[in-house]
């Protein structure tokens, strides 16, 4: 299958270094027309300017791209409604958003401030939520939308001296689950990407060559799919340094105990049998879980 986004438009957030610029480079390549959206601050989410995005713009239309750039803050939301409205009025579609902006307040919990906490979960998970919310009305209303939250591995598994980052991260996971299943009969499809790359936010952490191999750009491929016309919905798809792997949120078959208190000195008897991962499922929405639960009690869970 070859991927073409002609005569589609895409925004992505973070778009002036790293991860988004080279997020927006291929869509460009591919065909897209690029809202390249940089705030300009730090990895720390200090200072702003749009000189960063204005850059990654001169370069696609340097390669004979169409783009233009924008330096909203993704925590406001009604400066992403008029990035969103400025996007409409140029191209008269939104087809594509890559939700890649994010910062990083990293300590151990015990010496986080709540005010870094709050902060990291603003951007990564409320600027998700207001870029996602100002085109979801137009992707319903023209029955296509692509939409890419950018978790983590650090979600997933977790990560020392990361509890904020990694609490932003899996909450956008669960947004994604959500939307997957409320967008799919007006064709918008919702995926997570978890990047491993050599951004500004992993300086100082790994060796020269480890980082040379993480490249950015080596993460991108799988945007692009996630983008396609042919994309999957609610897929994670985890990509660096050249390879791609899936994570799931499974569920394992568990055991039926009944109910009663003889079932606390049980359960804890039974964790080997209740953790067996043999033919574990990926539920497609929550209901599975109860359905399990209830079949396994000789009911039935529909």
Not at 44 to 53: F, K, V
Not at 176 to 194: P, S
Request: charged share 20%; glycine share 10%; net charge negative.
């Amino acid at each position: 299958m070859t991927i073409n986004l002609t005569n589609r438009v895409a925004i992505v957030t973070g778009a002036g270094a790293g991860l988004g610029r080279e997020h927006a480079l291929l869509l460009a390549r591919l065909g897209a027309k690029v809202v390249v959206n940089d705030l300009g601050s730090d990895v720390h989410g200090n200072g702003g300017s749009t000189s960063a995005a204005q850059k990654v713009v001169d370069e696609i239309i340097a390669a004979g791209g169409e783009a233009i750039a924008n330096g909203a803050s993704v925590t406001d939301a009604e400066q992403v409604q008029r990035m969103v409205d400025d996007t409409m009025a140029r191209w008269g579609r939104i087809d594509i958003l890559v939700n890649n902006a994010g910062i990083l307040r990293d300590k151990t919990f015990s010496k986080m401030t709540l005010e870094d906490f709050r902060l990291v979960i603003d951007v990564h998970l409320m600027g998700a939520v207001n870029c996602t919310k100002a085109v979801w009305e137009i992707m319903r209303e023209q029955k296509y939308g692509r939409i890419v939250m950018t978790t983590s591995s650090s979600g997933l598994y977790g990560n020392f001296g990361q509890s904020n980052y990694s609490a932003a991260k899996m909450a956008l996971v669960g947004l994604m689950q959500t939307l997957g299943l409320e967008g799919e009969k007006y064709n918008i499809r919702v995926n997570c990407i978890a990047p491993t790359a050599a951004t500004r936010m992993l300086e100082g952490l790994l060796p020269e060559t480890s980082l040379k191999a993480l490249a950015p750009s080596a993460v991108s491929p799988a945007i692009a799919v996630l983008v396609s016309e042919e994309a999957p919905n609610k897929m994670i798809i985890c990509a660096g340094a050249g390879s791609f792997e899936a994570a799931h949120i499974t569920l394992t078959q568990g055991i039926h105990l009944g109910t009663g208190d003889e079932v606390v000195h049980n359960l804890v008897q039974h964790l080997s049998e209740l953790t067996d991962r043999t033919n574990e499922i990926v539920p497609t929405m929550g209901a599975a879980q109860g359905n399990l639960e209830l079949q396994k009690a000789g009911l039935s869970g529909d």
